[in-house]
């Protein structure tokens, strides 16, 4: 229990920001340019009695500080903060309301859904901000004061995996393990239940090098969601940049977060965070007031200019981080800072990131934020991912991210849904994705890792959906289904949803292996969601954020049958593309011959055996192409993809001898993997591909008659 000093509060110094404990005492420290008193409050072990106030003395470039000689870490606490409420000139300042440290490294406690949470009487008018007087301490969280010091790189545990060999989980914290029925039910949707012994097996058997958490920021549930006796399960609202989650975490241990990632790093696998620095729960102008509104409202967030009481929303969520404030960027920064020193996590992915990198003018490569970024010794060798994207003008930024960013490319996975579904006039932009989108992010000193390739994530269709589904069936999000992408480039394969039919049933997986194995074929960075390799599914609910239930968790039923068949097509294409050193070059193919071979690096081929010509890739009704790549490993044999997309069966003309005189198959997409055939398949002869279906063909070396490769 941390000892509790109630006496003077000393003043204390401006920096750092937060909460820090000393050994002797702890010092306090809060950015806010425009209020005009700050009370420290303190909490018992509880959180639910206030055993003492003080009053921030000190006052220094707007940094309210003091110093509590004698107390320790473990500490309960919160700010109240005194100014203007004038909502017409942006300020929003309400004493009555406990707020949260921006800086808080732990939380005590849930917050609770509550009017007293707004600084204004929500039971009023719409459009009367009337200040409110309510106290609300008992529905706040309390911010902790924690005993840590930064990680020394001499100890560091970071993998540094290239991006060039990374393969990527996307998973949530809670709905991985929930159902998990060989994990300890306390441990059950936790921290550490994610790292328990049964994931670690089960991700390095799958071969993954990297797991994306969903957001483990503390956050808010909107009050539509609370209002219809739903939740925001994905985590999109944030509240508290620095510390993790208390609700996923087994017990009262703060430290449970970085257990985590240490259990991860000695299983070989890297953790990165979803992370939302865009936008916070606090929501728009009839939002609650929780930290940051409360704290510095005309500071901390960007407001439309002919209306201070409105927010800019470039990003959908009700309000935007005003990242051209210094303190508000340096907030940021201290936060990926923590969470690389402390909890030694290994890189980030940003959601909506245009949002971070605007300027008063709009996006700019060139950002403050992304410079600073760059030069941040912390952040070196962290792995750092975009969304290139938000809602406000000129949002859609892909290719636009400095060299070191790697962005989701939603380019390449729209184009994949739309050639396995049978789109026409795709085999150009197709063949572009699979060679790493040289034409988004070729000469910009970008490699192929600059691409995220994905063709599923949390936000969408899950795979198993992807074939089952022409249409969202959001019903159960209470929002009459009309929230939610409309366009998914999905195929239900002949009828929507469940069905026994056995031809459909052939088809749909088939095309789930069309679509994987194309994923991990490509160029580029692949992202899979997690549960698809177990034939998750959604009931056709492409924006489950929402579901905090089955619908939304993984299910770890037993697998049988063609589940259990389809987990280990996953297992042996991701294997494979571990084998082959092409898809972990940096380099983009130049389709010019390489050094020592007669071929060169990639070919593109057409069904009729010769290489593609500008006719053939303008042919809008084309649905097959093949690509030859040379030496395509160590060994230096090479690589043969043939791809069918149309509905009937295509004949290919293999390639002649200079190309590989014999081929064996390795994945057909057409066959389970226990039925694969055996035979090889010999240079320029005509081999029939079946309808919806992919071939990937390696060659066979000749042997001596000592039955020894040359």
């Known amino acids: 229990m941390a000892k509790i000093s109630t006496g003077v509060l000393l003043p204390g110094r401006p920096f750092p920001l937060g909460a820090h404990w000393d050994g002797k005492g702890i010092n306090f420290a809060l950015f806010s340019e425009h209020a005009e008193k700050i009370e420290l409050c303190l909490f018992d072990k509880t959180g639910a009695h206030e055993i003492a106030r003080h009053v921030l003395s000190g006052h220094s470039l707007s940094v309210w500080h003091g110093y509590l000689k004698g107390a320790e870490p473990g500490q309960l606490y919160g700010y109240r903060v005194y100014g203007p409420y004038t909502p017409r000139t942006g300020h929003r300042f309400n004493g009555h309301k406990l ?70 989980y996307e998973m949530h914290v809670s709905g991985a393990t929930r159902q998990h029925p060989r994990i300890k039910e306390g441990l059950r949707g936790t921290y550490l239940g994610l790292c328990s012994d049964e994931m670690l097996h089960y991700l390095q058997d799958l071969g993954v090098t990297a797991v994306e958490l969903l957001p483990v920021f503390p956050f808010a549930d909107e009050p539509h969601l609370v209002d219809k006796n739903l939740t925001n399960y994905w985590g999109y609202s944030p509240y508290a940049f620095f510390a993790p989650d208390p609700k996923y975490q087994s017990c009262h241990h703060f430290d449970e ?25 606090e929501g728009g102008a009839l939002g609650p007031t929780i930290s940051l509104r409360g704290i510095d409202n005309a500071s901390y967030y960007r407001l439309d200019p002919h209306d201070p009481s409105r927010y800019l929303d ?48 709009g996006f700019s490569h060139q950002s403050p934020f992304l410079v600073a970024v760059n030069q941040d010794p912390v952040l070196a060798g962290i792995k750092l ?19 070191r960013w790697t962005e989701w ?77 409309g366009e998914n480039y999905s195929w239900n394969c002949g009828i929507e949803g469940p069905t026994k039919d056995p031809k459909i049933m052939a088809t749909r997986r088939r095309q789930k292996r069309n679509l994987f194995a194309t994923l991990f074929l490509s160029k580029g960075v692949p992202m899979m969601l997690a549960g698809d390799e177990r034939g998750n599914t959604q009931n056709g609910n492409n924006n489950a954020y929402c579901q905090d239930n089955p619908i939304g968790w993984h299910d770890w039923s037993e697998l049988s049958g063609d589940d259990a068949d389809f987990f280990e097509f996953v297992k042996a294409v991701i294997s494979m593309r571990k084998s082959y ?44 192409l093949g690509f030859h790549i040379a030496n395509a490993d160590t060994k230096g044999l090479n690589l043969l993809v043939l791809m069918n997309a149309s509905e009937k069966s295509v004949t290919f003309n293999i390639p002649p001898a200079q190309y590989g005189d014999r081929w064996k198959r390795i994945i057909d997409t057409f066959f389970h993997m226990a039925d694969l055939p055996s035979q090889k398949i010999h240079a320029s002869t005509r081999f029939k591909i079946k309808a919806k279906s992919l071939l990937v063909l390696v060659e066979a070396p000749l042997k001596t008659s000592k039955g020894r490769a040359p």
Not at 101 to 116: E, F, M, Q, T, V
Not at 432 to 449: E, F, W
């Open 581 to 624: 050193s092409v898809f972990q070059t940096q380099d983009f193919f130049t389709g010019e011959q390489i050094s020592d071979c007669t071929t060169k690096d990639i070919t593109w081929w057409s069904p009729q055996g010769n290489e593609m010509r500008a006719k053939d890739w303008h042919d809008p009704f084309a649905h097959s």
């Open 99 to 168: 707020l949260i440290d921006p800086y808080a490294k732990a939380l005590s406690g849930r917050l609770i859904n509550h009017d007293a949470n707004y600084a204004y009487k929500r039971s009023s008018a719409l459009l009367d901000l009337s200040f409110d007087k309510r106290d609300n301490a008992r529905y706040i969280p309390k911010s902790v004061v924690v005993d840590g010091n930064p990680t020394t790189p001499e100890l560091s545990s970071h993998l540094y995996t290239p991006m060039s060999e990374t393969i990527i």
């Open 409 to 485: 490319n939603d380019k390449y996975r729209n184009t994949v849904r739309a050639f396995w579904r049978g789109s026409d006039s795709l085999i150009s932009e197709l063949a572009k994705r699979l060679a790493g989108s040289n034409d988004v992010y070729g000469g910009t000193h970008r490699t192929p890792q600059s691409s995220l390739n994905f063709i599923t994530a949390h936000d969408g269709f899950t795979l198993d959906d992807l074939v089952s589904y022409n249409t969202k069936h959001n019903e159960n999000n209470l929002e009459d289904n009309r929230d939610g992408c």
């Open 385 to 403: 991912i975009a969304e290139p994207w938000d809602l406000g003008p000129g949002g859609y930024q892909l290719g636009n991210f400095p060299s």
């Open 257 to 281: 977060f970085s257990s985590m990632v240490k259990r991860f790093h000695e299983a070989g696998i890297e953790v990165i965070l979803d992370v939302v620095y865009n936008h916070t729960g």
């Open 314 to 361: 470039d990003t959908g969520c009700g309000n935007t981080l005003n990242m051209s404030h210094p303190r508000v960027m340096q907030m940021v920064l201290d936060s990926l800072r923590h969470w690389v020193e402390y909890a030694q996590v290994d890189g980030f992915r940003f959601d909506l990131a245009s949002a971070v990198a605007r300027t008063e003018t």
